[in-house]
């Protein structure tokens, strides 16, 4: 029995069959809450092979952006996702987490005193933290030096979708809600567009790099995570402006420069994948039913912390469907109804 926090229910509403649009990340998560609820679960999905969803390394990190800040609720969700993730492996006897180690290399002086002065704080706490010292490492430099980190985790995503679409019926009879987990597409619906969703372009590589040997995550703002073997994926962009969801040359010359400065090895692209992230400015998930359409419901803005943030989204989601539980205020969509 997972422990989240959440009121015991006082009433349960008849809703006995929810219709999920839209089956990446956010869709799949919801079904397997509902199910666990006792809610019947059909949707229907988009047939696009690149989605944000399968493109996406699925890392959940208690660190992050160039400010080192502490991901915001970063212990509690990290907990919430692992159990989450757990009971899916073993109910569909599949390996979705994996642990790792995090280096990040420090690009400008500035860094390494906000480091110093957030690890004073105890802000990293309880994290097993240890500092680098400019230099050269294993082949790596550190000009203005970094620090190393656990408590990162890679989560397989388009394989979560794969194995939970599987106890998901596409048929629809006459489902009582239906949530949208449209990602970007929200933008285009007259009953959703006006939620903070700023969809963000980002392009990742696959590649082989022989001759390295990595057992942690690199990164100097672009990350470098093993595959397998001589296989590695180097990441991400991040384009606000950038509409088109096809893969561009600048991004694979920028993620092919920073990778560079990182180790000294050939690279060779064996793929470029791009797609556009449901993001909101604030990094918060947008969940709830919409004010003046009962049966309709909202799932959308994992952005870059879908892996992270989207179980307890989903979980929170879920039960205000069946239990009428509130939705946590920050989440809850009601604080964007302006009309």
Known sequence: MRKCGCPRPSRKISVN??????FGLAGALLSWELRLLGVAVSYHDYAEEHTSSRVAAGMITPITGRRLKPTWRGAELTQLARLTYEAIEHTHDVELWRDWTLRRVFREEI???????????????????????PGTYENVEYPFGGFSHNGVAIVDIPMLIDVLKKGTVQSVSQPLLTVDCTGYRALQDPRWDWLPIEPSKGEILDVTIPGLQLDHVLTNGTWILPVRGEHFRIGATHNWDDQDPRPTGEARVKLLEDARRLVPHEIY?????????????????????????????VFNGLGTKGALQGPWAAQQLARHIVYGELLDPDIDIKRWWKQ
Not at 17 to 22: A, E, R, S
Not at 119 to 126: A, K, S, V
Not at 271 to 291: C, D, N, Y
């Open 17 to 22: 069959h929810v219709h999920i649009v839209g």
């Open 111 to 133: 860094m390494n005193t906000w480091f110093h002065e957030r690890l004073q704080r105890g802000e990293y706490h309880p994290l097993e933290v240890n500092e680098i010292i």
């Open 269 to 297: 692209v064996d793929e470029q994948k791009a797609a556009l992230r449901p993001s909101t400015r604030f990094k918060r998930p947008l969940v709830g039913i919409h004010p003046l359409e009962p049966t309709r419901a």
